[in-house]
């Protein structure tokens, strides 16, 4: 599958990798475009969805970083919103780790990524923290649910299209000026969608594909059916709001 292709629309060839796998979930009748949610929720913040904290940094994060404990666990802290890493938001700031991304390595096939997320690199093994279906979803996400969103995220496309899409899927919980829920409460204002969407629009849209890990906002590739373009019209509407 193309990496610009949309998520939740395998080719054949990546079919066949799911099958092989993810034979629990083609048995329980789990769609790809489902099993991808998983994986992107897991890379989001694993550490939040299996309840586990950490006072120790991850044993691969640089001493140069400038995070620690939990955060440092979670697959987006070192390979980005947009899974460029080093090469992408990530390459400067406070997030900067010098860490590849894992879009080039979606070329390589879940069952190669599933190996290394069991130990094909030293400190990288996962198989102490999540299941066997977990591992097999988050494999599968890198494999054939990334994308590089800068086409997506670069673009200062028609707010117009996103605005019965945003009114749709997203007004009832964040309110139609996006204020409904504050993302840093304690701070003068409300931060809703508006400034997620313009401070950190590759976040922005990854939620909007895959949801947000441990609570009820859908993934509206997985659970509504849309496609890349529409959460682009989507981020789009919401960079306007207040």
């Known amino acids: 599958m193309s990496r610009t292709a949309v998520p ?25 475009a489902a099993v991808q949610k998983l994986g992107a929720q897991l890379y989001d913040n694993w550490p939040k969805l299996k309840g586990r904290t950490f006072d120790d940094p991850h044993p691969l994060y640089p001493k140069s970083g ?11 802290e070192c390979h980005g919103w947009d899974y460029l890493g080093a090469e992408g938001r990530y390459a400067s700031g406070s997030h900067r780790t010098g860490i590849a991304g894992v879009l080039d390595a979606s070329s390589r096939g879940a069952p190669v990524l599933r190996r290394i997320l069991t ?12 299941s066997p279906r977990e591992l097999d979803a988050l494999a599968e996400f890198v494999n054939s649910g990334t994308a590089d969103g800068r086409r997506w995220t670069g673009a200062t496309g028609d707010p ?3 605005d019965p899409l945003y009114g749709a899927h997203c007004a009832d919980c964040h309110g139609d000026d996006g204020l409904d829920l504050d993302f840093k409460p304690g701070q003068e204002g409300v931060q809703g969608v508006g400034w997620l969407a313009r401070k950190n629009p590759e976040e922005t849209l990854h939620k909007i594909l895959w949801g947000h890990p441990g609570s009820d906002m859908p993934s509206l590739v997985a659970d509504a059916g849309l496609d890349r373009a529409d959460a682009a019209r989507i981020l789009w509407y919401a960079v306007g709001l207040p």
Do not use: E
């Open 66 to 76: 400038k995070k620690g404990g939990t955060s440092t666990w979670r697959c987006k």
């Open 119 to 130: 130990g094909g690199k030293a400190g990288h093994d996962f198989s102490r923290y999540l």
């Open 160 to 162: 117009g299209p996103g």
């Open 8 to 32: 939740g629309v395998l080719t054949s060839a990546a079919l066949f990798l799911l099958a092989i796998s993810l034979p629990r979930a083609a048995a329980a009748g789990v769609t790809p």
